[in-house]
């Protein structure tokens, strides 16, 4: 009693030192308590057994657009939505074997296990050949995994573009602000487009020449400035 939570949270690098931890702890105020996150060495699983058995069951019956990040420190699961204005595209980043592919991984098993082939069109890009070998021959997927060098990944993305473009003028047409609103006003649901793609850098790195890198990067800002009302999704 009488400590403020400003000393309080002054105590990081004595916590640091006291504690003997590699770096020092997050401190924040946060739900009126002040957290302290103290990185540890035994890393916690979370069997994808268990986001199954987990899963809202309304996503079951009407198809899903959140993407599962993790579990909170209370050990309930933190879900994002890509029909969110805040969350419409995903960047996953981190160091080598923090994990990036294994969470795109389980993004896109959860997409495909909570829609059917009429509600979600997954476009998985792969140029290490080995992220999403569970996916292959899947219902929901728009077309095969691609691979860069077997397939000119420009222009699927410009196709991707055209038929965002076309369903943007559709929307327009109806004076619909979103995707649900323009699918209940045509009568007809119109299924989101989300485009996975493992180790981006790797994708940019292996272009043959400048003006194949820029003309993926035109193609990729363009489905991020404009998907998110027509259901496209990076």
Known sequence: RGVTSKRVLSQSANLHLYLGLESPPGM????GMIGVDVPRDDRESVPFSRLLRESPDEFR???SSRLPVGVDLNGEWVWIDLADSN???????GTPGSGKSQGLRTAAASLRRT???GERGLVLGDPKQNAFRFALGSPVLAGPVLVPGEVDIAEVLEHYVERMNARNAEIAETGSQSLEEHSRAVGRPLRRVVIVCDEYADLLAGCATKAERDRIERMMRRLAQLGRAPGFHL
């Open 115 to 117: 829609n059917t082939p």
């Open 61 to 63: 019956a009407t198809g």
């Open 28 to 31: 924040q105020i946060f739900d």
């Open 87 to 93: 969350s419409a595209h995903v960047l996953v980043a």
